[in-house]
């Protein structure tokens, strides 16, 4: 039978790893790790502060990262199209092709 006593000896630290690897490495879902972390005995606040604090970090970083691709991706795709307007005897498709498509990734990136 498991004990529902809440862990006094366990850091915050401790909780966060064990968060992390729950959210990121094993990909559950949020409400999941919550409920497990619960489960173990922790304190619900801290279980949600802590939480929260990492799926924020994530949105952050994915945002980030979807908007540097949407950057790049449009250079690219400007300039493939420049270089190809400019009539210097080349076609630039593969530049405007790669930047479209990491452009798009990116807005795909920050719609999700």
């Keep these: 039978m498991e004990s529902t006593t809440p862990i006094t000896n366990i850091s915050k630290q401790e909780i966060y790893n064990q968060a992390i690897v729950m959210l990121i490495q094993n990909n559950q879902y949020e409400e999941e790790v919550k409920y ?3 489960k ?3 304190d619900e606040g801290l279980v949600e502060e ?3 604090s990492i799926i924020e970090k994530r949105n ?3 945002r980030a990262r979807a908007n540097k691709d ?3 991706g449009a250079l690219w795709c400007i300039g493939g199209t420049v270089a190809t307007m400019a009539n210097v005897g080349y076609i630039f498709w593969g530049a405007i092709i790669f930047g479209g498509i990491q452009f798009f990734r990116g807005v795909m990136q920050a719609v999700d």
């Design 40 to 42: 173990k005995g922790y």
């Design 70 to 72: 949407m950057l790049f």
């Design 60 to 62: 952050k970083e994915k």
């Design 50 to 52: 802590i939480v929260n």
């Design 36 to 38: 497990e972390l619960i």
